[in-house]
């Protein structure tokens, strides 16, 4: 049986399972039609060794043969998500608004080398969820260090700005439904009822200025004739000072 490992809770959550069930088998029906032929290789070819393919279901424009993300893009679905009607329903369960929709699926013995998706938290206002539709334990996300499998039928978070790695070890394809979600109410409450632990505020707005160097970077900023470059000097001095609002 497929165990999930359950994240530490006093931790800022990198990855969580949410509180959402799918029918593994329908689901099983829909990824199953696609032939070999139509699933795309994914373009980021540097990034795998061995398989790693989409279908996609929503798409800047409903094209049926673009699986790249677009910025600012109407998002539409596909001739390939008219023929599921079970992702249909998986969709439209989601009381948000989805962008990419795609199935992604990783080969026999497939890596994805560890990188980072810039912009894919909650806080950023974008989420990537995976339902997995396909899958084994043998299947195995390592994200900030730690090891863990995403179990059938369920939705997963996982924050993709954190450094992340897939094996799948199985000799089978992994099939994963991928969605990228706009952050709303609802899912800031659904992620709220799977105990979410969100990553602390940066006391100055960027994670690379610390109590260490925040001087420093002031006496630097002061040394620039620039309106914007004095302004951010105060504010960071007023940081530093406690005195900020």
């Given at each position: ?67 790249m993300p677009v910025d600012g893009a109407a998002y539409a679905g596909t001739a390939q998500l008219a023929r599921c009607p ?39 206002g974008l989420i990537r969820i995976h339902i997995p539709i396909h899958t084994s334990p043998q299947v195995l996300f390592t ?103």
């Open positions: 049986m497929e165990r999930a490992i359950v994240p530490a809770q006093h931790i800022p959550s990198s990855w969580l399972q949410l509180p959402l069930h799918f029918d593994v088998v329908r689901m099983q029906g829909d990824s199953d039609q696609f032939a070999a032929d139509e699933w795309i290789s994914h373009f980021n070819t540097g990034a795998y060794d061995q398989g790693w393919s989409c279908v996609p279901l929503r798409s800047p424009g409903g094209a049926a043969d673009n699986i079970c992702l249909r329903e998986v969709l439209a369960s989601f009381a948000c608004e989805i962008r990419a929709a795609r199935l992604m699926a990783l080969a026999p013995g497939a890596i994805i080398r560890a990188h980072r998706d810039a912009g894919t938290s909650l806080a950023d994200i900030d260090g730690e090891t863990v499998h995403f179990t059938a039928g369920h939705a997963w978070y996982m924050d993709a700005s954190c450094l992340h790695a897939v094996h799948n070890r199985g000799t089978t394809p992994r099939i994963h439904l991928v969605l990228d979600c706009v952050t709303n109410a609802w899912l800031e409450a659904l992620f709220a009822s799977a105990g979410f632990v969100p990553k602390a505020a940066h006391k100055y707005g960027d994670p690379g200025i610390h109590d260490g160097n925040v001087r420093a970077v002031i006496a630097q900023l002061r040394l620039s004739p620039s309106p914007a470059s004095l302004a951010l000097a105060r504010e960071l001095a007023a940081l530093a000072d406690g005195s900020a609002p």
